[in-house]
């Protein structure tokens, strides 16, 4: 089934065209990569689909309904969470307080509700409160739950980041290089992580990655940036053998007379 | 242990009225009035730090929300004879002249009076970030300020409000002050609060979380213009006497200078620097009269005293950048553990 499609989209920022023409489709369940050398745009690409920019041309759609255009609390409600390329936790608050504040969207009660502790807020507030720890627990961080969450090292605060994108009951995910920073051994993790995930909460993910070994192990299909330009599109074996890629990652032979 | 600590808290505010009451029978009433500034700024600093401190807004429209809560009480609660005596000018608009409420009544609809400016403001105002939400605020308070000068036929203009009855006394500033401590540390504490702390923290995050910024900053600005609105009620009802020039930029700073002093986002440092910062400012009023130091005699430099309290911001902002209590609370959890085993022993200290 499609949930996400993005038509002919293009960003424009002055006399930049950042991001031209791009498409795409993400049928559920399925793991799409997007990669390209820096400044391909493709983080451009994520903010326009979660609402940070408005695509100057295109038409981006979630669920067959027209999202071109959202705000981003707007898109995150209906289902598309994503993390950072650099990290953005909540620095100062505890690591279960960064997971309790993703579920505040589906809050029902209001704030006098809130404030008087009246019963439908404190029903609400228990079952927040039990999602999150069962969350921090899949994530592994249950001990960490009273720690400051800059305190933590890197590779959990990124576990910390996607089990904050999951508290919002999405089923698109979008993760902007996931793997960034992460030695060898937590690669690997990170890996059988993200396939855990998508099978266990049922995930469309949809995400930026560097690392080749992270991006030809789990994709189903793969998406290649240059200069805002969609230059491949296909499987992982498609791409590891297609011209055009090795062109823009390598460099193209010239030949000298 | 929830229920123990819960007990723990009502004992805590029984021996506070306990307090209020031995201080109402044993204190002159100087000392009463300096009491009940203090906890008149305790509702202010609140009020602020809910919308600077807690949410981050760097809002400083404080005085004008003031002004709208102490014009709206006074008016609800003056008697006609005493409407017909002020406004010997131009005489008051006309269902105003011969209504009045009750005090409670009056404060309550001071509040939601200035809580509807502060949404006013706030729509607009809050799409700014930053040093330009501060202008915008400050430019909101100052027209406030000048729109209350001039329509004479409500406020009464430059002349003020003289005679205002003063129903305000230690049982109410104490109690609107617990009931503004217990609200709004329930509100921090509840799932509203942690979205407050989400934008203060970093307002990208907590859009993609689905914390709509909009819908947040205008709900922590109109609950802050409301406790400030029943502040500046309170004060009007205490002062006796209101005009506009009260409720300048001074007024926002001092309360500025008590959530700087007190910390950002620290209700227990919020109420500790109401009471340093009142009670300072009474004990050291010496200073601006004039003085005899051997044969040396200074006359009197009216102000001086401020001066004593920006070298303490400045000391605070170099040395304690996050002020007295940075972002901690004093909870019970922190006292037992502070104290072993015995916490009854400090239970009546509730700061």
Same mark, same amino acid.
């Given at each position: 089934?499609?949930?996400?499609?993005?038509?002919?989209?293009?960003?424009?920022?002055?006399?930049?065209?950042?991001?031209?023409?791009?498409?795409? #489709?993400?049928?559920?369940?399925?793991?799409?990569?997007?990669?390209?050398?820096?400044? $391909?745009?493709?983080?451009?690409?994520?903010?326009?689909?979660?609402?940070?920019?408005?695509?100057?041309?295109?038409?981006?759609?979630?669920?067959?309904?027209?999202?071109?255009?959202? @705000?981003?609390?707007?898109?995150?409600?209906?289902?598309?969470?994503?993390?950072?390329?650099?990290?953005?936790?909540?620095?100062?608050?505890?690591?279960?307080?960064?997971?309790?504040? $993703? =579920?505040?969207?589906?809050?029902?009660?209001?704030?006098?509700?809130?404030?008087?502790?009246?019963?439908?807020?404190?029903?609400?507030?228990?079952?927040?409160?039990?999602? !999150?720890? !069962?969350?921090?627990?899949?994530?592994?961080?249950?001990?960490?739950? =009273?720690?400051?969450?800059?305190?933590?090292?890197?590779?959990?605060?990124?576990?910390?980041?996607?089990? @904050?994108?999951?508290?919002?009951?999405?089923?698109?995910?979008?993760?902007?290089?996931?793997?960034?920073?992460?030695?060898?051994?937590?690669?690997?993790?990170?890996?059988?992580?993200? @396939?855990?995930? @998508?099978?266990?909460?049922?995930?469309?993910?949809?995400?930026?990655?560097?690392?080749?070994?992270?991006?030809?192990?789990?994709? #189903?299909?793969?998406?290649?940036? #240059?200069?805002?330009?969609?230059?491949?599109?296909? =499987?992982?074996?498609?791409?590891? =053998?297609?011209?055009?890629?090795?062109?823009?990652?390598?460099?193209?032979?010239? #030949?000298? $007379? | 242990?929830?229920?123990?600590?819960?007990?723990?808290?009502?004992?805590?505010? %029984? %021996?506070?009225?306990?307090?209020?009451?031995?201080?109402?029978?044993?204190?002159?009433? +100087?000392? *009463?009035?300096?009491?009940?500034?203090? /906890?008149? +700024?305790?509702?202010?600093?609140?009020?602020?730090?809910?919308?600077?401190?807690?949410?981050?807004?760097?809002?400083?429209?404080?005085?004008?929300?003031?002004?709208?809560?102490? +014009?709206?009480?006074?008016?609800?609660?003056?008697?006609?004879?005493?409407?017909?005596?002020?406004?010997?000018?131009?005489? *008051?608009?006309?269902?105003?002249?011969? *209504?009045? %409420? &009750?005090?409670?009544?009056?404060?309550?609809?001071?509040?939601?009076?200035?809580?509807?400016?502060? +949404?006013?403001?706030g729509a607009p105002a809050l799409r700014l970030r930053g040093d330009y939400l501060a202008i915008a605020t400050l430019g909101f308070a100052e027209i406030i300020r000048v729109v209350f000068t001039n329509i004479q036929s409500v406020t009464n203009g430059a002349l003020g409000l003289k005679g205002i009855p003063e129903s305000s006394n230690i049982w109410?500033?104490?109690?609107?002050?617990?009931?503004?401590?217990?609200?709004?540390?329930?509100?921090?504490?509840?799932?509203?609060?942690? /979205?407050?702390?989400?934008?203060?923290?970093?307002?990208?995050?907590?859009?993609?979380?689905?914390?709509?910024?909009?819908?947040?900053? %205008?709900? /922590?600005?109109?609950?802050?213009?409301?406790?400030?609105?029943?502040?500046?009620?309170?004060?009007?009802?205490?002062?006796?006497?209101?005009? &506009?020039?009260?409720?300048?930029?001074?007024?926002?700073?001092?309360?500025?200078?008590?959530?700087?002093?007190?910390?950002?986002?620290?209700?227990?440092?919020?109420?500790?620097? /109401?009471?340093?910062?009142?009670?300072?400012?009474?004990?050291?009023r010496f200073l601006d009269e004039s003085m005899t130091i051997g044969n040396l005699v200074i006359p009197g430099i009216s102000g001086l005293r401020m001066v004593v309290f920006s070298a303490l911001l400045m000391i605070v902002v170099l040395f304690f950048n996050r002020g007295i209590m940075g972002t901690n609370e004093f909870t019970w959890d922190r006292?037992?553990?502070?104290?072993?085993?015995? &916490?009854?022993?400090?239970?009546?200290?509730?700061?």
């Amino acid at each position: 089934m499609n949930l996400l499609k993005v038509e002919n989209v293009s960003m424009i920022f002055g006399g930049l065209t950042a991001v031209k023409e791009f498409n795409l #489709d993400l049928n559920q369940g399925e793991i799409v990569a997007l990669i390209g050398p820096n400044g $391909a745009g493709k983080t451009t690409a994520f903010n326009m689909i979660t609402g940070v920019y408005r695509p100057t041309i295109g038409r981006i759609s979630y669920k067959g309904n027209d999202i071109t255009g959202q @705000r981003p609390d707007q898109i995150t409600k209906q289902g598309i969470a994503r993390t950072f390329q650099n990290i953005r936790l909540f620095k100062d608050l505890t690591v279960l307080d960064n997971v309790l504040i $993703a =579920n505040h969207l589906h809050l029902k009660s209001n704030f006098l509700e809130a404030t008087f502790k009246l019963p439908r807020y404190r029903r609400e507030e228990k079952r927040i409160l039990e999602k !999150s720890l !069962s969350l921090l627990e899949k994530v592994g961080l249950v001990d960490a739950q =009273n720690e400051k969450s800059s305190s933590l090292p890197y590779g959990k605060q990124r576990r910390l980041e996607i089990a @904050r994108a999951l508290a919002t009951n999405p089923e698109i995910l979008l993760l902007d290089e996931p793997a960034a920073g992460m030695n060898p051994k937590e690669t690997d993790d990170l890996t059988e992580f993200i @396939r855990q995930i @998508r099978d266990e909460f049922h995930l469309s993910i949809f995400m930026i990655e560097h690392h080749m070994q992270v991006v030809m192990g789990i994709s #189903d299909r793969i998406c290649v940036f #240059d200069h805002g330009v969609t230059i491949a599109e296909g =499987n992982p074996y498609e791409i590891q =053998n297609n011209q055009k890629v090795i062109e823009a990652y390598l460099g193209v032979a010239e #030949d000298y $007379a | 242990m929830k229920q123990k600590k819960t007990l723990l808290t009502v004992i805590s505010i %029984v %021996v506070l009225f306990l307090g209020v009451y031995l201080a109402d029978q044993n204190l002159d009433s +100087y000392k *009463m009035r300096i009491l009940n500034l203090c /906890a008149i +700024y305790v509702v202010l600093g609140l009020s602020m730090n809910l919308i600077n401190g807690f949410t981050g807004l760097f809002s400083l429209g404080h005085a004008g929300f003031m002004a709208v809560g102490a +014009y709206t009480t006074a008016i609800l609660t003056m008697p006609d004879v005493v409407k017909g005596q002020n406004f010997f000018m131009v005489p *008051m608009m006309k269902p105003l002249d011969t *209504m009045h %409420v &009750p005090f409670f009544l009056a404060l309550l609809i001071g509040g939601i009076f200035a809580g509807i400016v502060g +949404y006013l403001i706030g729509a607009p105002a809050l799409r700014l970030r930053g040093d330009y939400l501060a202008i915008a605020t400050l430019g909101f308070a100052e027209i406030i300020r000048v729109v209350f000068t001039n329509i004479q036929s409500v406020t009464n203009g430059a002349l003020g409000l003289k005679g205002i009855p003063e129903s305000s006394n230690i049982w109410w500033t104490v109690g609107v002050a617990t009931v503004t401590v217990l609200f709004i540390g329930s509100l921090i504490n509840s799932s509203y609060g942690r /979205a407050f702390k989400a934008i203060r923290e970093d307002e990208i995050a907590a859009e993609s979380m689905g914390i709509s910024l909009f819908k947040h900053k %205008v709900l /922590a600005f109109t609950i802050g213009a409301f406790f400030a609105g029943v502040g500046g009620g309170l004060l009007g009802s205490l002062m006796g006497t209101i005009d &506009p020039l009260m409720f300048r930029f001074f007024l926002t700073f001092n309360i500025l200078l008590i959530i700087i002093l007190g910390g950002m986002g620290s209700i227990t440092g919020t109420i500790i620097s /109401a009471f340093i910062i009142t009670i300072g400012g009474e004990a050291l009023r010496f200073l601006d009269e004039s003085m005899t130091i051997g044969n040396l005699v200074i006359p009197g430099i009216s102000g001086l005293r401020m001066v004593v309290f920006s070298a303490l911001l400045m000391i605070v902002v170099l040395f304690f950048n996050r002020g007295i209590m940075g972002t901690n609370e004093f909870t019970w959890d922190r006292l037992f553990a502070k104290f072993g085993k015995k &916490p009854l022993a400090k239970g009546g200290s509730k700061q």
